[in-house]
């Protein structure tokens, strides 16, 4: 089978996460992600550049998630795509993008944290398998049928 790979996109969370409501009821989660960016410099070392400002979003289940655990300044890993779109203000058309976060955890190469796992099967074990089988595929077909696929 092949890899499944996605766009990737890490930082920090760079202001106060915001929680909407979509047309269709589903709680979106907005915040503006800052990313680093260095030059490597003929001596090798890093010069430190000022970071550059995005939009990230995420929905539903995965934005819910990502209200009660993010807070501006948190280093954070996503997988998801960029959506482009387009909208008019003032008589001008502007377009515009976002980083659709699919998933979304801290980084751990730049938190230190604690998890608490709830009673659950054994890891590996077929049960624990299956449960977290059923959960992607639902979070999947869910997606795809908000998403129009």
């Known amino acids: 089978m092949a890899l499944h790979t996605q766009q990737s996109l890490s930082g920090f969370i760079a202001s106060e996460p915001q929680q909407t409501v979509t047309e269709n009821g589903d709680t979106r989660f907005y915040v503006r992600v800052g990313q680093p960016h260095f030059r490597h410099e003929y001596s090798g070392s890093f010069t430190t550049l000022e970071p550059t400002f995005h939009d990230l979003v995420a929905y539903r289940a995965t934005a ?10 948190d280093s954070f890993v996503a997988e998801g795509y960029v959506r ?19 998933k979304i955890g801290h980084d751990l ?11 659950r099967s ?13 959960a992607i595929v639902s979070e999947t077909e869910a997606a795809h049928a908000s998403s129009g696929w």
């Open 64 to 73: 819910e998630r990502a209200l009660t655990r993010f807070a501006k300044g």
């Open 84 to 102: 482009i779109f387009h909208f008019e203000r003032d008589g001008e058309a502007i377009q515009r993008e976002e980083f659709v976060a699919k």
């Open 109 to 119: 190469a730049r938190t230190n944290y604690q998890v608490t796992r709830t009673n």
């Open 122 to 134: 054994a890891p590996g074990s077929e049960q624990d398998a299956a449960e977290t089988q059923t």
